[in-house]
């Protein structure tokens, strides 16, 4: 099986690692959470102690970071993947950052000889540990053609969003627009609707099968609001931050947003109270107490 490094093992990137692992991939994995490596390298994964060293042992590296700052870095800082890349070489980003950050690093691979796509992905946590992901991929079909069967180890939809790099980033933010304000908005209405008198059982009863049903309440209210149970899935840190991408995004090609202006601010009221690191839909609950 083919060798593969994998540079980020946090909450998502872990259980990506771990189904590339049960696949038979050789993995070679580096993280600056000490733990998730260790966890790793007990069930087969090889540590590296820099980007550079994995993508020496590796012809195809998968990166999984919180944001644009530290793909940069891994690609491009000292000791990162471009210092030591050639023609063999593929980086796979997996990480919801800048689509035009995507796009220029992706050039600068590319001066270096090698190759690059955007990867970002939907689903969560429980997507990834169920192999489940939805994958949106920007760059050239040929590209995204050999690294797909690595992908699919991943997710049960891998989808090429467009030739240009970035774009699966852009299609990424798009969803994650509808997906923060679905929340906010499916919060605010059944809060309405406890307030007026009516039961939580009765909303999800009727919702549900009516024009109102959103994926959060679908998908994600079963096992947060319902349960009263708030440990991330998707942090409510990385939505503010994906929202924040997508005002750019926006402001980039001349698209009034008001709605995800004031979704946004919702969401930093609760980064503010310290919920930052729980669940997005927390803010429910946050937003209960009104």
């Not at 992908?151 to 798009?174: P, Q, S």
């Not at 906010?184 to 009863?205: D, H, P, Q, R, Y």
């Not at 309440?217 to 991408?245: A, C, I, W």
């Amino acid at each position: 099986m083919e060798k593969l490094g994998f540079i980020g093992v946090g909450m998502m990137g872990k259980p990506m690692a771990k189904n590339l692992l049960k696949a038979g991939y050789e993995l070679t994995v580096l993280d600056l959470n000490s733990a998730a490596v260790d966890e790793l390298v007990s069930q087969g994964a090889v540590r590296a102690e820099s980007a550079a060293e994995v993508m020496s042992r590796c012809r195809t590296v998968i990166t999984m970071l919180p944001g644009s700052a530290e793909v940069e870095h891994v690609v491009g800082g000292e000791g990162g993947l471009l210092s030591v890349i050639n023609a063999e070489h593929l980086i796979v980003d997996m990480s919801t950052i800048d689509p035009l950050v995507s796009n220029r690093l992706a050039r600068e691979v590319a001066s270096g000889g090698g190759q690059m796509i955007d990867a970002p992905v939907s689903g969560g946590e429980v997507g990834a540990i169920n192999g489940t992901l939805t994958i949106m991929i920007g760059g050239p079909k040929a590209t995204l053609d050999r690294c797909r069967e690595v992908l699919a180890v991943m997710g049960g939809n891998v989808i090429h969003a467009g030739d240009e790099v970035g774009m699966g980033g852009k299609v990424k933010l798009v969803n994650n627009m509808i997906t923060g304000i679905s929340m906010i908005a499916t919060s605010e209405a059944f809060l309405t609707g406890l307030k007026a008198g009516l039961s939580m059982e009765t909303m999800v009863n009727v919702v549900s099968v009516s024009s109102g049903a959103t994926w959060p309440l679908l998908k994600h209210f079963p096992n947060t609001v319902l349960k009263n149970q708030y440990e991330p899935g998707f942090m409510l840190d990385l939505m503010y931050k994906d929202l924040g991408l997508a005002l750019g995004l926006a402001n980039d090609v001349g698209m009034p947003v008001p709605v995800s202006g004031l979704v946004r601010q919702v969401y930093q009221s609760g980064r503010a109270a310290g919920l930052g690191r729980k669940d997005f839909s927390v803010m429910w609950k946050e937003m209960a107490k009104a």
